[in-house]
């Protein structure tokens, strides 16, 4: 089958979306279509966002290939499922654009791994995948009755099939991922590099999947849950073929990147800058060295609450206290050029004792943000405590709920974001 993945041209006007705006490399994608090119299938990989194509000229270049299916991600990439925009408008722009051209259509991400329904509703698409998505793609590609794929959601007989829970792929053995030399040269980027300038190409590579802690604020129930660690050996040829390509600089988008003395080991020396995100309560002092011999300079930490009762109604599970989380923050940055303490506002936190420990740690050189109020995204337990299950309407009920509690917003966000029904107005066809 000629089967085509898309990424839309990503437009964040009026949205809440705390991520990165840049464009990055479509991993979800990369490991789709690996995985269905090794199945026998002919892909076409669009990224619409990276080079710099209107959702029209996508459309156009997805009807010129003729596939029997089209795939469209609703949202930028992998590393920001956790927090992708709540609204639909910019897959359903191009799906619109796409009309009947692309054969079966297909959404995958966080929306339809969570509300399969309204996800339905909202794009007009013909399935959604629950869950993460290239070995569901793969069976779906193959099989001549929906009813037999698992992990999708699809209409049947003016309702709505559901064949299982969300998908968790194998990953361990994910073959290397291989990326075209212009998508590379474009992805000038390095995410959450704020050491130096970019010199040479920075990509994201992605080397465990999954998180073994269950924070109440992360989104992350419907895909991307159990923590998996990939084989060395393929993760090594694809970080070597992008060096060869000329990438300078990595970010590895795991949930939580765990301490690797192995991974760690390979990757001194080859003469790369990387960045992570994880938990500084995981990493003891000697491991912390060792992060920063092998070329980190971007460490991203979560510590969310300056209180261990904070922390614990996160249920972080969380074995340090402040003095030691912030000593560890400190000693990381003897060794890592850029660290930072991610704070998230909770109830109960003293306003000026925050301001006093980001001081603190700031006259170290370790950056602490201002505490950003949550979204209560449908995949977080935080949803579920308010209101139980996801139904069709959980991201309205989300984003009114947000929008009402919170005057400030992230910092990225200079104006208020719009309600959900005013960016999803053309969903409503």
């Not at 070995?135 to 099989?143: D, F, N």
């Not at 040829?237 to 301490?259: K, S």
């Not at 080991?265 to 995981?282: C, H, K, M, S």
């Amino acid at each position: 089958m000629r089967i085509a993945l898309v990424n839309p041209a990503w437009d964040f006007a009026g949205s809440i979306y705390f991520g990165c705006r840049a464009p990055h490399l479509p991993l979800e994608l990369g490991c789709a279509k690996v995985l269905l090119e090794r199945a026998g299938h002919e892909v076409l990989m669009l990224d619409a966002h990276l080079c710099g194509l209107s959702q029209a000229e996508a459309a156009d270049q997805v009807a010129a290939f003729a596939p029997g299916m089209t795939v469209v991600t609703t949202a930028p990439t992998y590393l920001f499922w956790r927090c992708a925009p709540p609204e639909l408008r910019i897959p359903r722009a191009f799906l619109d654009a796409l009309g009947d051209r692309g054969g079966r259509t297909v959404a995958v991400g966080p929306h339809g791994s969570a509300t399969p329904g309204a996800t339905l509703r909202k794009l007009g698409c013909d399935v959604a995948v629950r869950g993460e998505c290239e070995e569901v793609l793969v069976a779906l590609a193959q099989a001549e009755d929906l009813a037999r794929v698992p992990s999708i959601a699809f209409g049947r007989d003016a309702g709505l099939q559901v064949t299982g829970g969300p998908a968790a792929a194998r990953f361990t053995d994910l073959p290397a991922l291989h990326w075209p030399d212009d998508w590379v040269a474009r992805h000038a980027h390095h995410h959450h590099r704020f050491d130096a300038e970019p010199e040479g190409p920075g990509a994201e590579v992605e080397a465990s999947r999954g998180c073994p802690y269950h924070c109440t604020f992360c989104a992350k129930i419907d895909f991307r849950d159990r923590y998996r660690r990939r084989d060395l050996a393929p993760l090594l040829e694809e970080i070597d073929a992008l060096r060869a390509q000329g990438v300078t600089y990595l970010y590895f988008i795991d949930e939580i990147f765990l301490p690797d003395r192995a991974l760690l080991e390979a990757l001194t020396g080859r003469g790369l800058r990387f960045g992570v995100q994880t938990r500084i309560d995981l990493w003891k002092p000697e491991m912390l060295e060792r992060l920063g011999r092998a070329g980190c300079v971007s460490i991203e930490a979560g510590v969310e609450s300056l209180t261990e009762s904070g922390r614990a109604a996160l249920d972080k599970a969380c074995r340090m206290d402040t003095d030691s989380l912030t000593e560890r923050l400190l000693h990381a940055r003897r060794f890592v050029p850029f660290v930072q303490a991610n704070l998230i506002r909770v109830e109960g936190d003293d306003a000026a004792q925050v301001a006093e420990w980001r001081a603190t740690l700031q006259r170290g050189g370790v950056w602490a943000n201002d505490p950003v109020p949550l979204y209560p995204y449908p995949s977080s337990p935080d949803y579920r405590r308010l209101w139980g299950e996801p139904d069709d309407q959980a991201w309205e009920r989300a984003h009114a709920h947000y929008l009402a509690a919170f005057d400030a917003f992230s910092d990225i966000q200079e104006d208020r974001p719009l309600p959900l029904p005013a960016l999803e107005a053309a969903c409503a066809r």
